[in-house]
């Protein structure tokens, strides 16, 4: 199951390609997406030849958030359980975040939720005009505890306390406008925009490109550990099993309002 979600190659020149594999439900994440990309950090990491890493969704999105029919099935769960699904995923970002070799993300679509985190947790982010984003976990009563050190190294408290609280949707060119894209090109030229920036990072020194990320890293929030780190999971854990989040992801299943969203004459 793992190896479907997630996919993975090595070509010659050193440059891995990632990709979500769940294009049936728009690459939402379950917890074979996230073991995939688990095993795809914890491998590549070991590759010595490893130059630069491009993660990528196959079909027609890039990553579109939570599968909320398993978010419900872990919510059911014992605390055990939602405290081993949120660590996987915080896990599984903070790798791809602290991976020594650079990484680029190719979006196109619907890049929501724990997309956004995966996208902020890359050093380059190019994404097709027709890219959409957001950071909606409130509106189903979770939050987005495990992503929003990365979010915040992105694209910067102020616009976390923005689309994070919001929820909204933006399109690419606000996403490069705050910082979360780097560079937005038509749909039909994403991967080759891709493929200029590989280029472009196979002309430095390895070891260099290694030490410079390293060095920033220590200055961001993203690289948040020990203690920090647990504290966010556990937020992320209990909020999953909270009363608000029942009722949110009832009223995702269910198609309709949640209790607490505003009505029209309200």
Known sequence: MNADSVLRELDRRGVATVTFNRPGVNNAYDAGLIQGLLDAMQELGKSPGLRAVVLRGAGKHFQAGADLKWIRKV???????????????????????????????LVQGACFGGGTGVVAACDVVIAAEDASFSIAETRWGLTAAI????????????????????????????????????????????????????????????????????????????????????????????????????????????????????????
């Not at 196979?202 to 070891?207: I, S, V």
């Open 75 to 105: 919510a059911a769960g014992s605390a055990e359980d939602n405290d081993a699904a949120s660590r996987a995923t915080a896990l599984a970002v903070h790798r791809l975040n602290e991976l020594r070799v650079p990484t680029v993300a």
């Open 147 to 266: 992503i929003l050190p990365q979010l915040a190294d992105a694209i910067g408290l102020r616009q976390v306390r923005r689309y994070a609280l919001t929820g909204e949707r933006f399109d690419a060119h606000v996403a490069r406008r705050i910082g979360l894209v780097h560079m937005v090109v038509p749909r039909a030229e994403l991967e080759a925009a891709g493929e200029r920036v590989v280029a472009q990072l196979l002309q430095n020194a390895p070891e260099a490109n290694a030490q410079t990320k390293a060095a920033a890293l220590d200055f961001g929030w993203g690289k948040a550990d020990g203690p920090a780190f647990n504290a966010l999971v556990a937020q992320h854990a209990a909020k999953r099993r909270s009363a608000e989040a029942d009722e949110g992801l009832a009223s995702f299943a269910e198609k309709r309002a949640a209790r607490w969203a505003a009505r029209d004459g309200a």
